[in-house]
T-cell receptor, first 112, second 112 residues
């Protein structure tokens, strides 16, 4: 059984560009959460998707948006990239009816 | 404001020695306390999970304690190994919404 997978592993973008990150949850998991982790900091909650809708949202601007597909996979989109958006972006999936989150390996985004 | 604080920020120990990491949390309503291990550039991996009624939980050489009255937790690592070098993150979860509140982590370096 594959764990949570994320793509791409690394990404370099220029200020002002847009980026899409992808996440595939573990089998049997229906909830996906996204986190931003700056270097040397703990993860910061961006938002959570359940049944293809955004269920919770952290303190992030509207430039950050997402989507969940019928197969429970998810995308994180960031528009008008800023240098401060450089971080490790983590996806976590949660089993149906439970609260435990399982994290993927992350996508390292560098904005130049 | 929901908050998790960890100390020390970083720690260097010799292989074979023991160490204890600290976590203080202010989270309401509180559900459970988790410790994660995160290797550099990778996603966090769960070590222990404790509800408010549990005082201690072990996972191999890792032992976590929880004092729900003082809202403090500790992670004790016994007979450290080089592979223990990582960041250790304390996470408090809220009940109901199951929001994860992350600490900034303790960076542990084990030297040969």
């Amino acid at each position: 059984d594959a764990g949570v997978t994320q793509s791409p592993t690394h990404l370099i973008k220029t200020r002002g560009q847009q980026v899409t990150l992808r996440c595939s949850p573990k089998s049997g998991h229906d909830t996906v959460s996204w986190y931003q982790q700056a270097l040397g900091q703990g993860p910061q909650f961006i938002f959570q998707y359940y049944e293809e809708e955004e269920r919770q949202r952290g303190n992030f601007p509207d430039r950050f948006s997402g989507h969940q597909f019928p197969n429970y996979s998810s995308e994180l989109n960031v528009n008008a990239l800023l240098l401060g958006d450089s971080a490790l972006y983590l996806c976590a999936s949660t089993p149906q009816g439970r609260s435990e989150q399982y994290f993927g390996p992350g996508t390292r985004l560098t904005v130049t | 404001k929901n908050q998790v604080e960890q100390s020390p920020q970083s720690l260097i120990i010799l292989e074979g020695k023991n160490c204890t990491l600290q976590c203080n949390y202010t989270v309401s309503p509180f559900s459970n306390l988790r410790w994660y291990k995160q290797d550099t550039g990778r996603g966090p991996v769960s070590l222990t999970i404790m509800t408010f009624s549990e005082n201690t939980k072990s996972n191999g050489r890792y032992t976590a304690t929880l004092d729900a009255d003082t809202k403090q937790s500790s992670l004790h690592i016994t007979a450290s190994q080089l592979s223990d070098s990582a960041s250790y993150i304390c996470v408090a979860t809220t009940s109901g919404t199951y929001k994860y509140i992350f600490g900034t982590g303790t960076r542990l370096k084990v030297l040969a």
